[in-house]
């Protein structure tokens, strides 16, 4: 089966902490995509970045990072010195070739950063 | 530019009204998607039009009807919906569609929907 858990469904932190936002996914797929996405307030889905499951290297973006672990099956998002403006809600989702390549959703992580 | 529009932006119709939600993007993208979104929930796909033509219906009702009129524009109309279809429509589009055979998959969406139907 094919699945993607996020298994936090709500993190408050303050402002400038760091913060992990867990994914973990189950497959039998050799070949697969990962996501992030964040949805604030607003309602619009931002894309954050894809991973392709044959490249484990990890990313840094300004603030964001991602650590990928095929091992572990983990695709695991932090945020360093957060802001309240990362307050969100925040999807991992994969493409899974055998799903007919469409995105399957976690149940999504709420974030919310206080002053 | 990664911009999909939607509008309107928020929408209040009866059960027997008719209406249109309407989608737009100008980045050469082959396929669009429409997802419906309830509250806390992730979204759920309902269609997916791959270079203009109806790909995937996940078993949606008839009372959505989706249109594709070109390749930059996609429509959802509306009729004799529920209370229950109140939710957050969202219109998404991505340069490959699936089996598309590349990995240029990532989907762009849009500021969505806020439909309530009363």
């Known amino acids: 089966a094919q699945k993607v858990t996020q298994a936090q469904t709500e993190i408050s932190v303050v402002e400038k902490e760091d913060v992990t936002l867990d994914c973990v996914y189950e497959t039998r797929d050799t070949t697969y995509y990962l996501f992030w996405y964040k949805q604030p307030p607003s309602g619009e889905l931002v894309f954050l970045i894809r991973?392709?499951?044959?490249?484990?290297q990890n990313e840094i973006s300004g603030r964001y990072s991602w650590n990928f672990q095929k091992s572990t099956s983990s695709f695991n998002f932090t945020i360093t010195a957060s802001q309240v403006v990362d307050s969100a809600v925040y999807f991992c989702?994969?493409?899974?070739?055998?799903?007919?390549?469409?995105?399957?959703f976690g149940g999504g992580t709420r974030l919310m950063v206080k002053p | 530019d990664t911009e999909v529009t939607q509008t309107p932006k928020h929408l209040v119709m009866g059960m027997t009204n008719k209406k249109s939600l309407k989608c737009e993007q100008h980045m050469g993208h082959r396929a669009m998607y429409w997802y419906k979104q309830k509250a806390k929930k992730p979204p759920e796909l309902m269609f997916v039009y791959s270079y203009e033509k109806l790909s995937i219906n996940e078993s949606v009702p008839s009372r959505f009807s989706p249109e594709c009129p070109n390749s930059s524009l996609l429509n959802l109309h509306l009729h004799a919906l529920q209370p229950e279809d109140s939710a957050l429509y969202l219109c998404?589009?991505?340069?490959?569609?699936?089996?598309?055979?590349?990995?240029?998959?990532?989907?762009?969406f849009g500021p969505g929907t806020r439909l309530t139907v009363t």
């Open positions: 991973r392709n499951s044959f490249d484990e």
């Open positions: 998404a589009s991505s340069q490959d569609p699936p089996f598309g055979g590349s990995s240029s998959y990532e989907q762009y």
């Open positions: 989702a994969l493409i899974f070739n055998n799903a007919g390549n469409m995105l399957t």
